[in-house]
């Protein structure tokens, strides 16, 4: 579980992983009722990552959450990007809990 502040509302959500059909891992953030509030990664067939890895969907409605993310380093950039579309996205591993 992951506890965010935003504007003085605490929000608790969990970081949920599946893989796409190409083996990729799928990164998507739930609240604690189980209901999904976004995809954090996309599957690009042409890229080749570690299992740990995953394609940072960073913009659009993502930006903010992956903001506050990043600010509680709950994901981690690797220093590698890939050009999807017209947007440079980072590829991310899943910070590990000490």
Not at 6 to 32: D, S
Not at 78 to 98: D, M
């Amino acid at each position: 579980m992951i506890k965010m502040m935003q504007n003085q509302i605490e929000i608790k959500i969990n970081l949920k992983t599946k893989r796409y059909l190409n083996g990729q891992l799928a990164v998507f953030v739930q609240e604690i009722s189980g209901e999904p509030l976004a995809e954090l990664s996309l599957m690009n067939n042409s890229v080749e990552l570690e299992e740990d890895e995953f394609i940072l969907k960073d913009y659009t409605e993502n930006k903010e959450l992956v903001n506050h993310l990043i600010k509680l380093k709950v994901i981690k950039s690797i220093n590698r990007f890939v050009l999807i579309g017209s947007h440079l996205c980072p590829i991310c591993q899943i910070a590990s809990e000490s």
